[in-house]
């Protein structure tokens, strides 16, 4: 059975920081791009940014709107996620899920969902 | 960026059938998919690639659409499917539409 269970969400002043992390178990890790997405309270989800599996180095893609605040990486040893977030606005404030990514292929291309999510870790951003 | 919108909400009895929208501001081919959440949980995934349903979710679920314009249908709707349900596009990087809140008469 797939799990994934993050931790590591609470209150944070602005211009804080915060790790957050996901335990994942239940698939092989490795094989799997990973993502992280929020959804502040009453909105829509807002993906984050993914990190890619062993067979594609590893590598990130993050939201322009993240991107040179917030970190993703991995520890394969381990089946953790992470994400360093840093510079905290109160307009990060929000429920924050991992979610293992997967994807349709067709006419040549990939077209990527988030198979499994877990269930949240709410961070608030406040003085 | 592309732009997903969905109406806010929507209203119907048991037994019907119902239709959930979402338009996006340029063509997505048939990378649409689409989730369920009930209140306190996380996102559901019901429907990949458009028309593909998800292991595990039932028939009475399904989609359709391509290009700008794709549709999530429930028939008939049961009382626990009362929950917001957002489209998700991956064709030109990763957005979720506004979400359609389903309340039963």
């Known amino acids: 059975e797939v799990k994934l269970l993050e931790s590591g969400g609470g209150l944070v002043q602005p211009g804080g920081s915060l790790r957050l992390s996901c335990a994942a178990s239940g698939f092989t890790f490795t094989d799997f791009y990973m993502s992280w997405i929020r959804q502040p309270p009453g909105k829509a989800p807002e993906w984050l940014g993914v990190i890619r599996n062993k067979a594609n180095g590893y590598t990130t893609e993050y939201n322009p709107s993240v991107k040179g605040r917030f970190t993703i990486s991995r520890d394969n040893t381990q089946n953790i996620l992470y994400l360093q977030m840093n510079t905290l606005r109160a307009k990060d404030t929000a429920i924050y899920y991992c979610?293992?990514?997967?994807?349709?292929?067709?006419?040549?291309?990939?077209?990527?969902?988030?198979?499994?999510w877990g269930p949240g870790t709410m961070v608030t951003v406040s003085s | 960026d592309t732009v997903l919108t969905q109406s806010p909400a929507l209203a119907v009895s048991p037994g019907e059938r119902v239709t959930i929208s979402c338009r996006a501001s340029e063509s997505v081919s048939t990378g649409m998919h689409w989730y369920q959440q009930k209140p306190g949980q996380q996102p559901k995934l019901l429907i990949y690639?458009?028309?593909n349903l998800e292991s595990g979710v039932p028939a009475r679920f399904s989609g359709s659409g391509s290009g700008t314009d794709f549709t999530l249908t429930i028939d008939p709707v049961e009382a626990d499917d009362t929950a917001t349900y957002f489209c998700q596009q991956s064709w030109n990087d990763w957005t979720f539409g506004g979400g359609t809140k389903l309340e039963l008469k």
């Open positions: 979610a293992r990514s997967w994807a349709y292929y067709s006419g040549d291309y990939y077209y990527w969902y988030f198979d499994f």
């Open positions: 690639g458009a028309s």
